[in-house]
């Protein structure tokens, strides 16, 4: 076949794929849509992580049908969120007072600490480590 013949771009009508005459080769125009860029915080991380290592077939499809990027969004401001209430929740139910800032500034940092790592712990079985 000359070259005068050849087209220069064709669709296979069986596979849908268009493809573009490249020297004496046909090449596929295939191209990827673009993931949104997300900045991942601690509990983004740490959900990434668990994925890669426990749940390898779910991190896998994740990333083959670029829902991975949306599912670690979601997980960070869905845990972000949650461990917010569980402080404020924690925080109300104990004998903390803001008055407690200046008088006993040791108990109130150490109480805060604790309520802290208390939300962060219920955050992680709920939704990190699931």
Known sequence: ?????????????KTGIS?????DYYLP???????????LNKYGRMRLNYLKEHKKVQFSIMF??????????????TA???VNELVEQ????????EDMK????????GT????????EAIVLKELIFV
Request: hydrophobic share 35%; net charge negative; no cysteine.
């Open 102 to 109: 200046n008088t006993d500034p040791l108990y109130w940092v």
């Open 112 to 119: 805060m600490n604790a309520i802290k790592g208390q939300a």
């Open 80 to 82: 972000q969120k949650r």
């Open 90 to 97: 924690l925080k109300a139910r104990s004998d903390l007072t």
């Open 1 to 13: 076949m000359k070259n005068e013949e050849l087209k220069k771009e064709f669709t296979d009508e």
């Open 19 to 23: 493809y573009t005459l490249v020297g």
């Open 29 to 39: 125009n295939l191209t990827l849509e673009q993931e949104e860029k997300i900045t």
């Open 64 to 77: 083959m049908n670029m829902t991975l990027n949306k599912h670690l969004k979601e997980v960070q401001e």
